[in-house]
T-cell receptor
Framework: KQEVTQIPAALSVPEGENLVLNCSFT??????LQWFRQDPGKGLTSLLL?????REQTSGRLNASLDKSSGRSTLYIAASQPGDSATYLC??????????????FGTGTLLAVQP | KAGVTQTPRYLIKTRGQQVTLSCSPI?????VSWYQQTPGQGLQFLFE???????NKGNFPGRFSGRQFSNSRSEMNVSTLELGDSALYLC??????????????FGPGTRLTVL
C-alpha cells in the first residue's frame, strides 16, 4: 500500500531564504508525482508535475526533483517571499490498480515566510 | 480557459439529511475525481469518473455516491449525513489519458458542515 510522508510538518523561515521541502513514498511504481499549494480554506493549485521518467522540473523560483528508486522528491523554493506562505502537498499516482487518476497525498508541509 | 468550478461553495446541513455537490471540469477534460479533506485524515480519494463510468472508488461507505453526465460534469451525493462528514470536498479534473504526463487540476472545494 502506497504511503506518502512529508517532512517537516511545519517550517518558518525569514523572507529571502532558500528552502527545501521533502516528500517520500513507499512504492516506486508510480506514473508521476505532483506538487500542490493550498492556501487556508481554499482548493489546491498545481505547481509542478514530474513524470516517473524525469529527474526534475522547474517553474520560476520552484524546482522539484524526483528520485524514484529511493522514493523521494524535493521541492526547492528560491528566494522565499511572504506570498509563498501556504501548505505544500505532494501526491503520487500509482502504476497499479488499473486505469485511474487516483492520487495518494502526503500530509503536507505548512510553510510560513516571515517578512 | 475556465478552471474547475464547484457549487455550492458552502453548505450547512443537519445529521440525517442528504446533500448533493456539483463539479464542472475544465473544458475538454473527461476525468473527474473527488476527494475529502479533513484535519485528521488529510486528503482521501472518494471516487473517479470517466466517460460517465466510475473508474475507481476509495474506501468510503455506500452513503457516498457519485455520477458523471455526458458533458463530463459530475455530482456527488452523501446520504444520511453524520457529524464526521464535515469536511472540504474537492473535485479534480484531468484529460482522458492516464499517462505520466496527465496533470490534475483542482476546484476551490465545497465546505460542508454537518450540525
Amino acid at each position: 500500500k502506497q504511503e506518502v510522508t512529508q517532512i517537516p510538518a511545519a517550517l518558518s523561515v525569514p523572507e529571502g531564504e532558500n528552502l527545501v521541502l521533502n516528500c517520500s513514498f513507499t512504492d516506486s511504481a508510480i506514473y508521476n508525482l505532483q506538487w500542490f499549494r493550498q492556501d487556508p480554506g481554499k482548493g489546491l493549485t498545481s505547481l509542478l508535475l514530474i513524470q516517473s521518467s524525469q529527474r526534475e522540473q522547474t517553474s520560476g523560483r520552484l524546482n522539484a526533483s524526483l528520485d524514484k528508486s529511493s522514493g523521494r522528491s524535493t521541492l526547492y523554493i528560491a528566494a522565499s517571499q511572504p506570498g509563498d506562505s501556504a501548505t505544500y502537498l505532494c501526491a503520487v499516482r500509482g502504476l497499479y490498480g488499473g486505469a485511474t487518476n487516483k492520487l495518494i497525498f502526503g500530509t503536507g508541509t505548512l510553510l510560513a515566510v516571515q517578512p | 480557459k475556465a478552471g474547475v468550478t464547484q457549487t455550492p461553495r458552502y453548505l450547512i446541513k443537519t445529521r440525517g439529511q442528504q446533500v448533493t455537490l456539483s463539479c464542472s471540469p475544465i473544458s475538454g477534460h473527461r476525468s473527474v475525481s473527488w476527494y475529502q479533506q479533513t484535519p485528521g485524515q488529510g486528503l482521501q480519494f472518494l471516487f473517479e469518473y470517466f466517460s460517465e463510468t466510475q473508474r475507481n472508488k476509495g474506501n468510503f461507505p455506500g452513503r457516498f455516491s457519485g455520477r458523471q453526465f455526458s458533458n463530463s460534469r459530475s455530482e456527488m451525493n452523501v446520504s444520511t449525513l453524520e457529524l464526521g462528514d464535515s469536511a472540504l470536498y474537492l473535485c479534480a479534473s484531468s484529460l482522458s489519458g492516464t499517462g505520466g504526463w496527465n496533470e490534475q487540476f483542482f476546484g476551490p472545494g465545497t465546505r460542508l458542515t454537518v450540525l
